[in-house]
């Protein structure tokens, strides 16, 4: 049974509009030479880490949680707020099914784009009604994209798939991790320059 | 004997200083899981690479060249410009090396608010006296990450290094590509958000 996802808006006709065209996106996925065994290999990792998620971001969850400069961005004064942690985690495991399930098409650029400004001062703590920070600053959405690429490869490896589905997977994983990391930084860059 | 290098002003007292702090770069570092592995594998990966960067390139080059989207960047009227085309792949040549063997200190921040201007309208096309389009734009220097990561891993694998030693460098390599890139978005953020 599904749980319920407090601010999981995906779909939902009131989200705006992503300013990021479907041209785009496949100029974007061509840069990242995107192939139909991206798709297939992201659906696979997809299958791979469906009973993982909990696993995966216990994981994360631990590299924030040991990084003050970056569980920072979970509270104010210092204080992480439990109520807000708990909150993204949950839309965090779904994330990673929605990167390797959901087929990547308007609805799914709508919601990048909202997510994109829960990081931003446009839109952060208001899904959560938490006191933080205003701002998940630029310089860690991109950074990201290294602990949330290598950290995967040890779930991509426990169901019994050959290397070279693992390689597979993990190189369709690092692609959709870089594409929707700077979809996210939407926000953040002057008008005219994405 | 070293080939001049024109615009590769690494190091010069003119250069303005980098808007991002050692203490910045020390925290993105972290939140990169640096270690002291990854200083002495960017080195190694240096050694390897060294007499390979024109192959590198070729590749580099074939593929920015196959992709109208990406060459567009390097003309205007959807004429490629070939000065500006070889200018560029000099230093990026030496990029590379400058990328496994500098100290990340002040003088190697510096460099990378250089060229983070040279793809922003700050400045670009002026290094080369060159007549281009005028901006980068963010989303592909973000999205370069990818294929620039992905495929130094053939040519790391090209002087016997154990595989150990291979994947060794080429997470270093991935880490370091992530950092550089997203220094160079600086001049694409809007003020306080960096």
Redesign the interface.
Known sequence: MKEHIKGYAYGEAGLEHSP?TKQ?LE??K????WSDDDNRFLKMAGDVLQDQTDAVLDLWYNYVGS?E??VYYFGENGKPNEHYLSAVRVRFKQWILDLCHRPYDQAWLDYQHEIAKRH??TKKNQTDQVQAVP?V????I??????I??TIKDFLKKKGHSQEDVEGMY?AW??AV??T??LW?HP???QG??
Chains 1, 2 share one sequence.
């Open positions: 990021v785009d100029l974007l061509k840069t990242l030479l990084n400069h970056l931003h001062s701002i600053h630029f310089r860690y991109v950074a990201f994209i290294y602990p690429t290598v190189n690092f692609k870089t594409l990391a700077l930084c953040f860059v002057h320059e994405f």
